[in-house]
């Protein structure tokens, strides 16, 4: 009896830990690039096996419309803009998206890069999260992380005029205001800027920062 209990047990957590689970296929991914890097990008990951793949333009600003009153640069404020973007093209697809910006790049084997990022889409599901952290550089950094529709038509609509989009978000997973995760550390190289399983190529990749991580006047 003793162990038909434990195995009805098993299966009850297998079937939950399953329900949900998802496929390459299913995971849509959507990147802040310009058309040219763009190309190169959907050629990366339809190799991988990703084939929901779409872009978001990058926004430059010559001239603040947007804050009456702002303490970011205008960088950051076209930073905000893209991301907030990406947030209603998760809302129009109606399922949880992973946003990477065009400098993303990794270090583990392929296969095991797609492996993890089927494990964290599924996580991400399973613990009904608002933001997973795919790559981050403390509590600051945007260019990788999955997201749904439901954080993303309640964080879009913020105030981003007093801080940039990273740190505000952070900032809301730090009070638990969203439920948030950060991805542990999955390699790294002298050529890469960030943590977690996807990082910044800040050295062909220039944009916001440079290599030596110096703001630059423009985003991308």
């Not at 946003?99 to 990794?106: A, C, R, S, T, V």
């Not at 981050?136 to 997201?147: E, Q």
């Not at 800027?193 to 910044?200: D, K, R, T």
Request: proline share 2%; glycine share 6%.
């Amino acid at each position: 009896l003793i162990i038909l209990v434990g195995l009805l047990i098993y299966f009850q957590e297998f079937q939950s830990e399953s329900f949900n689970l998802v496929s390459l296929d299913d995971i849509p991914i959507i990147i802040i690039s310009n058309s040219q890097k763009f190309k190169e990008s959907k050629r990366r990951l339809n190799q991988l096996g990703f084939k929901k793949i779409y872009r978001v333009e990058p926004v430059y600003l010559s001239m603040d419309k947007i804050c009456s009153k702002r303490k970011v640069g205008l960088s950051e404020l076209g930073c905000i803009e893209a991301h907030k973007n990406c947030f209603r093209k998760v809302s129009e697809l109606k399922v949880p998206c992973v946003i990477l910006e065009e400098d993303w790049d990794y270090t583990i084997s392929s296969y095991d890069f797609r492996k993890k990022i089927i494990d964290y889409y599924n996580y991400y599901i399973s613990k009904s999260l608002d933001v997973l952290w795919l790559g981050h550089c403390g509590d600051a950094c945007m260019h990788a992380y999955i997201i749904g529709p439901k954080c993303s038509n309640q964080i879009i609509s913020l105030n981003y005029c007093d801080s940039p989009v990273d740190l505000k978000l952070y900032r809301l997973c730090k009070l638990k205001t969203l439920k948030c995760y950060k991805v542990g550390n999955e390699g790294h190289s002298k050529n890469h800027f960030g943590s977690g399983l996807i990082f910044q190529d800040r050295k062909n990749n220039v944009g916001m920062h440079d290599h030596n991580n110096s703001r630059t006047s423009m985003w991308y």
